[in-house]
């Protein structure tokens, strides 16, 4: 964030290119089964964490620090976005996650900040 900025303009310019990017996904699923992290739980695939971002940035659905406990629970291995690549789309999943991952701790330390 740059020191000349409105941090809640940054934030929402975080927010917007996390959701833009989320929408290049063709919700094929591949990567589910291949997530080291899946255990049977859709939210454990990089198919499932980009569905949890989406709903809670659009709808405003689970709290920040369920969604922190689902996203930093991937073990961002990279093995979806390679089958990504494989499948030539241009979709991204372990850097939105990370991304999202910088957004949550932007928030928190925003709200600190904020006496909030």
């Avoid at 809640?8 to 063709?26: G, H």
């Avoid at 049977?40 to 990089?46: C, D």
């Avoid at 709808?59 to 961002?76: I, V, W």
Wanted: proline share 3%; with cysteine.
């Amino acid at each position: 964030m740059s020191p000349h900025n409105d941090p809640e303009a940054d934030l929402k310019a975080m927010e917007t290119e996390i959701l833009n990017a989320i929408q290049t996904c063709i919700n094929c699923r591949m990567c589910v089964r291949m997530c080291p992290t899946h255990e049977g739980w859709v939210t454990q695939s990089a198919f499932g964490r980009l569905a949890a971002i989406n709903l809670h940035l659009k709808y405003g659905l689970g709290s920040e620090k369920e969604l922190s406990r689902l996203l930093f629970s991937c073990a961002n291995c990279r093995r979806c976005q390679v089958r990504c690549r494989m499948l030539s789309t241009n979709a991204t999943p372990s850097d939105v996650i990370i991304k999202t991952r910088q957004l949550l701790a932007r928030k928190a330390l925003h709200k600190e900040r904020q006496g909030a």
